[in-house]
C-alpha cells in the first residue's frame, strides 16, 4: 500500500473512521502509563513529517497517531520514536 491511499482504522466502523482518538485516552489513563507533555509533542512533530501520516492515521500500522504517541509503551512502527 503507498503512503497515499487511504485504510481505515482495522476496529473502527466506516462511519467513525475520522473518529476522535480523546475518549480511548481517557480510558486508558487509569491504565497505561503515558509520556511526558514534551514528549508528546514531540512524537506528533516527527509523525507529522512521516510520509505514512494521514490525518490522525498512521498507514503504517493503521493506529490513532494522538492515541499512540501518548502511552509511554508504544512505539512508531518504523521505530522513529
Known amino acids: 500500500m503507498s503512503p497515499t491511499e487511504t485504510r481505515r482504522c482495522r476496529t ?12 480511548l485516552l481517557a480510558l486508558d489513563s487509569d491504565l497505561m502509563d503515558q509520556v511526558t507533555a514534551a514528549e508528546y509533542k514531540a512524537r506528533l512533530q ?21 492515541y499512540r504517541a501518548k502511552l509511554a509503551t508504544k512505539h512508531c512502527p518504523l521505530n522513529v520514536w
Not at 466506516?14 to 480523546?22: F, I, K, L, Q, S
Not at 505514512?52 to 498512521?58: A, E, G, I, L, V
Open 46 to 66: 516527527q509523525c507529522a513529517t512521516c510520509e505514512f501520516h494521514q490525518k490522525d492515521t498512521c498507514l503504517k500500522c493503521g493506529c490513532f497517531v494522538s
Open 12 to 23: 473502527c466502523p466506516p462511519h467513525e473512521a475520522d473518529a476522535d482518538a480523546h475518549w
